[in-house]
């Protein structure tokens, strides 16, 4: 009981970086459209703002592991925490320039210090208690991102995006100086806002120096076979790796393209396909909430193999049907999926011991997957000229994330329930 009431609050503070990063993610699909606007930019390149993020992650992720080990996870978090509040600050002089270069670069900055957050909350949230609810723990401080990224849309919505767009006829009939008042104006409404999230960035930063969070030892939770080998060794890692790098190409890519999607498989308006993006981010919330209730009968990993074929017949709905019912299949797919980046995250990790920070920096590192695979469907979707087709690129994933789960279930070691 002691332990229980040691661990608490730590748990909220920790849970409250799910918050926080899952808030500065969901607000790229507001700042594409946005900087695409305001920057003058074309497809490809507004594309690259995703891309910002994803490289970051990837550069990041192994400095982020050798940090905590050396230093912890408390000193980590508040590293991480201080480079987020830099990234959102960088955006006041990226808008007064209008230098889409360092709008990239604060995103960048914001993304490493996302990296350090979640090399250090993921493996800490396991750890804070009883091994057994692992999962379900981690699952729980999952949902609160998911709460971000219904919110975070809404807000962006609200205070960044203006709802004033120029016709190529309308930006003929200004002077160059008209023009560039009007760019440096919609570049502007992003400065409060990631302002405001510097400041309570650096608030959150504050908090966590002055609070006692426990360290945890570690080799209390790994088993002598796995003290004594690499960690590239440990089946449980490389295949949670290898699943989490098509898991989260599978989300951006159903995420990313879902306006493109609507608008083209059901002919929704720009604005139609806007709402029903809020009812997919409700969803991913609502799933994230709703499997860890179903953890308490169900065990994770066979939770986990039974919503990956859930979302491989749903792809094959968005792939072969037509009209709304591949809208409602997105949105399916949206809560079946939000339990899996947690769920993998915690069974690749279980048992690794004082290998954790180094393991979860690895995993971390596989959400590059989010930058190498939209492409790809992309590519596909250009071919064919069917953005349908390009949805075989998360079904696939989802087949990848099955062989994942079923896989864990025969390997003969303890994993996490």
Same mark, same amino acid.
Not at 18 to 24: E, I, K, P
Not at 60 to 71: D, E, I, Q
Not at 123 to 149: C, E, I, K, M, W
Not at 373 to 399: A, E, H, N, R, V
């Given at each position: 009981?002691?332990?229980?009431?040691?661990?608490?609050?730590?748990?909220?503070?920790?849970?409250?970086?799910? *918050?926080?990063?899952? *808030?500065?993610?969901?607000?790229?699909?507001?700042?594409?459209?946005?900087?695409?606007?305001?920057?003058?930019?074309?497809?490809?390149?507004?594309?690259?703002?995703?891309?910002?993020?994803?490289? =970051?992650?990837?550069?990041? !992720?192994?400095?982020? =592991?050798?940090?905590?080990?050396?230093?912890?996870?408390?000193?980590?978090?508040?590293?991480?925490?201080?480079?987020?509040? =830099?990234?959102?600050?960088?955006?006041?002089?990226?808008?007064?320039?209008?230098? &889409?270069?360092?709008?990239?670069?604060?995103? &960048?900055?914001?993304?490493?210090?996302?990296?350090?957050?979640?090399?250090?909350?993921?493996?800490?949230?396991?750890?804070?208690?009883?091994?057994?609810?692992?999962?379900?723990?981690?699952? *729980?401080?999952?949902? &609160?991102?998911?709460?971000?990224?219904?919110?975070?849309?809404?807000?962006?919505?609200?205070?960044?995006?203006?709802?004033?767009?120029?016709?190529?006829?309308?930006?003929?009939?200004?002077?160059?100086?008209?023009?560039?008042?009007?760019?440096?104006?919609?570049?502007?409404?992003?400065?409060?806002?990631?302002?405001?999230?510097?400041?309570?960035?650096?608030?959150?930063?504050?908090?966590?120096?002055?609070?006692?969070?426990?360290?945890?030892?570690?080799?209390?939770?790994?088993?002598?076979?796995?003290?004594?080998?690499?960690?590239?060794?440990?089946?449980?890692?490389?295949?949670?790796?290898?699943?989490?790098?098509?898991?989260?190409?599978?989300?951006?890519?159903?995420?990313?393209?879902?306006?493109?999607?609507?608008?083209?498989?059901?002919?929704?308006?720009?604005?139609? !396909?806007?709402?029903?993006?809020?009812?997919?981010?409700?969803?991913?919330?609502?799933?994230?909430?709703?499997?860890?209730?179903?953890?308490?009968?169900?065990?994770?990993?066979?939770?986990?193999?039974?919503?990956?074929?859930?979302?491989?017949?749903?792809?094959?709905?968005?792939?072969?049907?037509?009209?709304?019912?591949?809208?409602?299949?997105?949105?399916?797919?949206?809560?079946?999926?939000?339990?899996? *980046?947690?769920?993998?995250? !915690?069974?690749?990790?279980?048992?690794?011991?004082?290998?954790?920070?180094?393991?979860?920096?690895?995993?971390?590192?596989?959400?590059?997957?989010?930058?190498?695979?939209?492409?790809?469907?992309?590519?596909?979707?250009?071919?064919?000229?069917?953005?349908?087709?390009?949805?075989?690129?998360?079904?696939?994933?989802?087949?990848?994330?099955?062989?994942?789960?079923?896989?864990?279930?025969?390997?003969?070691?303890?994993?996490?329930?």
């Amino acid at each position: 009981m002691k332990q229980k009431n040691l661990y608490l609050f730590p748990f909220i503070l920790i849970t409250i970086l799910f *918050f926080l990063w899952g *808030f500065a993610h969901n607000l790229n699909p507001i700042l594409i459209p946005h900087l695409k606007k305001a920057c003058q930019l074309s497809d490809l390149e507004s594309a690259l703002i995703d891309s910002a993020f994803f490289v =970051g992650y990837f550069v990041m !992720a192994l400095p982020a =592991g050798f940090f905590m080990k050396k230093y912890g996870y408390k000193y980590g978090i508040i590293f991480g925490l201080l480079l987020f509040a =830099g990234g959102a600050f960088l955006f006041v002089p990226a808008a007064n320039t209008r230098a &889409f270069a360092v709008f990239l670069f604060a995103l &960048f900055v914001i993304a490493s210090g996302l990296t350090f957050l979640e090399t250090a909350a993921n493996p800490y949230v396991t750890v804070l208690g009883d091994s057994h609810s692992a999962t379900q723990r981690l699952n *729980f401080s999952q949902s &609160f991102n998911g709460l971000a990224a219904s919110l975070a849309p809404l807000m962006g919505g609200i205070f960044i995006l203006s709802g004033k767009t120029l016709t190529e006829s309308q930006k003929s009939g200004l002077s160059e100086v008209q023009l560039d008042q009007y760019l440096l104006e919609e570049a502007a409404s992003v400065k409060i806002p990631y302002i405001a999230i510097g400041i309570v960035v650096l608030l959150v930063a504050v908090f966590i120096w002055r609070t006692n969070l426990p360290e945890i030892d570690e080799t209390e939770h790994a088993s002598d076979a796995q003290t004594q080998s690499g960690i590239l060794k440990n089946k449980n890692l490389v295949l949670g790796v290898l699943a989490q790098f098509f898991y989260v190409g599978a989300q951006v890519c159903v995420g990313s393209f879902f306006l493109v999607f609507a608008a083209t498989s059901a002919g929704l308006s720009d604005k139609e !396909a806007a709402t029903y993006t809020a009812f997919y981010g409700a969803a991913f919330m609502i799933g994230r909430f709703a499997g860890t209730f179903f953890m308490k009968y169900i065990k994770p990993v066979k939770l986990l193999a039974i919503y990956a074929v859930i979302n491989i017949l749903l792809s094959l709905i968005a792939i072969y049907g037509k009209g709304m019912i591949t809208i409602y299949s997105l949105i399916g797919i949206a809560f079946f999926m939000s339990i899996m *980046f947690p769920t993998i995250f !915690a069974l690749g990790i279980n048992g690794l011991g004082n290998a954790t920070k180094p393991a979860s920096s690895l995993i971390i590192m596989s959400i590059v997957g989010g930058a190498v695979l939209p492409p790809i469907l992309g590519i596909i979707s250009d071919k064919t000229g069917s953005i349908q087709d390009g949805y075989f690129i998360p079904f696939i994933c989802f087949i990848v994330v099955l062989l994942f789960a079923l896989k864990m279930r025969t390997i003969k070691k303890e994993i996490l329930q």
